[in-house]
T-cell receptor
């Protein structure tokens, strides 16, 4: 079974531009979560989509938005890019684990550099 | 203060050493404790998870949780160069959204 895929893998943008990242979850998984990973802050939750609806949202400004399509593929958009948005953006789908929590399956990430 | 604190390292050890990786957390509501491993240019993958306090062993890996001191540990026995990666601890409570530490970079040299 194919894993979580993300495109593009690398992206270079300049301040003020906007960017759209794409994620396809594991086949059959209906939720997609997005995370931002930086050396200083680590892995931080952005938002989660399930069946085309945003179900949870982290503490990020409104410049970060997303959507999910009927085939469970998801896109994340960042508008008016800032230097501090340079990060690895990871998407994940999840399955329940025995005992009550979930396992997150991560894609390889999109490395965004803002100049 | 972050909810989950983890020393970023790097931690450099010789092959065969016992490695101890640690995290502390602040929210006593956390009940699930996970360790993810992230190789360079890859996303994190789940290594082990435990519920509440206690130990869990899987091959060369042992996860330990002490809820009284809010301390999470991962021990790697007979470490191998292939164990070189970043190890992230994560916790969650009633919500399935995990809170991650910053990750510790481990280097096992031959």
């Amino acid at each position: 079974k194919a894993g979580v895929t993300q495109t593009p893998r690398y992206l270079i943008k300049t301040r003020g531009q906007q960017v759209t990242l794409s994620c396809s979850p594991i086949s059959g998984h209906r939720s997609v979560s997005w995370y931002q990973q930086t050396p200083g802050q680590g892995l931080q939750f952005l938002f989660e989509y399930f069946s085309e609806t945003q179900r949870n949202k982290g503490n990020f400004p409104g410049r970060f938005s997303g959507r999910q399509f009927s085939n469970s593929r998801s896109e994340m958009n960042v508008s008016t890019l800032e230097l501090g948005d340079s990060a690895l953006y990871l998407c994940a789908s999840r399955i329940p684990l025995a005992g009550g929590t979930d396992e997150q399956f991560f894609g390889p990430g999109t490395r965004l550099t803002v100049l | 203060q972050k909810e989950v604190e983890q020393d970023p390292g790097p931690l450099s050890v010789p092959e065969g050493a016992i490695v101890s990786l640690n995290c502390t957390y602040s929210n006593s509501a956390f009940q699930y404790f996970m360790w993810y491993r992230q190789y360079s240019r890859k996303g994190p993958e789940l290594l082990m998870y435990t519920y509440s306090s206690g130990n869990k062993e899987d091959g060369r890996f042992t996860a330990q949780v002490d809820k009284s001191s809010k301390y999470i540990s991962l021990f790697i026995r007979d470490s191998q160069p292939s164990d070189s990666a970043t190890y992230l601890c994560a916790t969650s409570g009633g919500s399935y959204i995990p809170t991650f530490g910053r990750g510790t970079s481990l280097i096992v040299h031959p």
